[in-house]
C-alpha cells in the first residue's frame, strides 16, 4: 500500500521568511514518482515538480527547492523568502509501478498562509 | 493549447438530487482520470479511463457514482441520489496514452455542496 503523509495542516509565516513543508511517504515499489502540487485560492492544481526515486539530487527552482532523501522516506519542499502569493494548499503525491504509475496517491495537503 | 477544463465550477444541491460534472480533458489525450478531494483530507484516486474504456474504477465509492466517456472525449460524473457526505471538490486530469499518472494535468476543480 502507498501513503503519503503531511503532518503539516496549517502554517503561517511572515513575508520574507524560509518555510519548510514536510512530506513523507510510504511504498514498497522500488521505482516511484514523487510530486508536489499547489492548489492557490482560484482552486486549479498547479504542478511544481516531478522526481524519480533514481534522483536523489536536490533541485532548486528560483525560491523553491527540494530536499530528497530516501533513507528517511521524505521530500521535504522548501521556499525561501516567501511571499504573499505562496499563500496556497500544497499536496505531496506518489506514483508507483504497483499503480502502473496511473494512481497518484496525494497527502492531506499542508494550507500556507503568508502574512504581509 | 486550452487545459483541463471542468464544469460547473462550484455546484450546490439538496441531498437526494442528482448532479453531473463535466471534465474536458485536453485534446489528444487518452488517459482521463476523476480525483476527490473531501474537506480536509487527502485527493482520492476514484477513476481512470483510457479513451471511452474504464480502466481503473477501484476509488469509485458506491453505486451513486456513474462515470461516462462517451466517444473518448469529455467525461461525465454523474451523482445520484448525491448524500451529503459527497460534498468536496472534484478533480479531472489527463493526460497522453504513454504518459500515465505521472505526467497528468489538472483542472481547476468542481466544488460540490450537498446540503
Known amino acids: 500500500a502507498q501513503k503519503v503523509t503531511q503532518a503539516q495542516t496549517e502554517i503561517s509565516v511572515v513575508e520574507k521568511e524560509d518555510v519548510t513543508l514536510d512530506c513523507v511517504y510510504e511504498?514498497?515499489?522500488?521505482?516511484?514518482?514523487l510530486f508536489w502540487y499547489k492548489q492557490p485560492p482560484s482552486g486549479e492544481l498547479v504542478f511544481l515538480i516531478r522526481?524519480?526515486?533514481?534522483?536523489?539530487q536536490n533541485e532548486i527552482s528560483g525560491r523553491y527547492s527540494w530536499n530528497f532523501q530516501k533513507s528517511t522516506s521524505s521530500f521535504n519542499f522548501t521556499i525561501t523568502a516567501s511571499q504573499v502569493v505562496d499563500s496556497a494548499v500544497y499536496f505531496c503525491?506518489?506514483?508507483?509501478?504497483?499503480?502502473?504509475?496511473?494512481?497518484?496517491?496525494f497527502g492531506t495537503g499542508t494550507k500556507l498562509q503568508v502574512i504581509p | 493549447e486550452a487545459g483541463v477544463t471542468q464544469f460547473p465550477s462550484h455546484s450546490v444541491i439538496e441531498k437526494g438530487q442528482t448532479v453531473t460534472l463535466r471534465c474536458d480533458p485536453i485534446?489528444?489525450?487518452?488517459?482521463l482520470y476523476w480525483y476527490r478531494r473531501v474537506m480536509g483530507k487527502e485527493i482520492k484516486f476514484l477513476l481512470h479511463?483510457?479513451?471511452?474504456?474504464?480502466?481503473?474504477e477501484s476509488g469509485m465509492p458506491n453505486n451513486r457514482f456513474l462515470a461516462e466517456r462517451t466517444g473518448g472525449t469529455y467525461s461525465t460524473l454523474k451523482v445520484q441520489p448525491a448524500e451529503l457526505e459527497d460534498s468536496g471538490v472534484y478533480f479531472c486530469?489527463?493526460?497522453?496514452?504513454?504518459?500515465?499518472?505521472?505526467?497528468?494535468?489538472f483542472g481547476q476543480g468542481t466544488r460540490l455542496t450537498v446540503v
Open positions: 503525491a506518489l506514483s508507483s509501478n504497483s499503480g502502473g504509475y496511473q494512481k497518484v496517491t
Open positions: 479511463f483510457v479513451k471511452e474504456s474504464k480502466q481503473d
Open positions: 522526481r524519480n526515486s533514481f534522483d536523489e
Open positions: 486530469a489527463s493526460s497522453h496514452l504513454d504518459r500515465g499518472g505521472t505526467e497528468a494535468f
Open positions: 485534446s489528444g489525450h487518452d488517459n
Open positions: 511504498t514498497r515499489d522500488t521505482t516511484y514518482y
